[in-house]
């Protein structure tokens, strides 16, 4: 693997190549908790606004309180 130093291509020490690997891979588990945490959020206010209608809430009252 390569590296662009000061304007010079230099190839990446074993060191620096796992340390990419390795940051690489904090990133594929960080946005895939944050997408989880997106997706689960958008289930609840789903649930939520479906929850109120079944009480006979219209759209209209719903969204004058969810704002």
């Given at each position: 693997?390569?590296?662009i130093v000061n304007g010079k291509i230099i190839e990446m020490t074993a060191e620096e190549i796992?340390?990419?690997?390795a940051?690489?891979?904090?990133?594929?588990?960080e946005t895939k908790a944050?997408?989880?945490a997106?997706?689960?959020?958008?289930?609840?206010k789903t649930s939520g606004k479906n929850?109120?209608?079944a009480l006979g809430l219209t759209?209209?009252?719903i969204k004058a309180l969810l704002g």
């Amino acid at each position: 693997m390569k590296k662009i130093v000061n304007g010079k291509i230099i190839e990446m020490t074993a060191e620096e190549i796992s340390q990419h690997e390795a940051d690489v891979k904090n990133v594929e588990a960080e946005t895939k908790a944050f997408n989880d945490a997106v997706t689960a959020k958008e289930t609840l206010k789903t649930s939520g606004k479906n929850k109120l209608k079944a009480l006979g809430l219209t759209d209209d009252e719903i969204k004058a309180l969810l704002g």
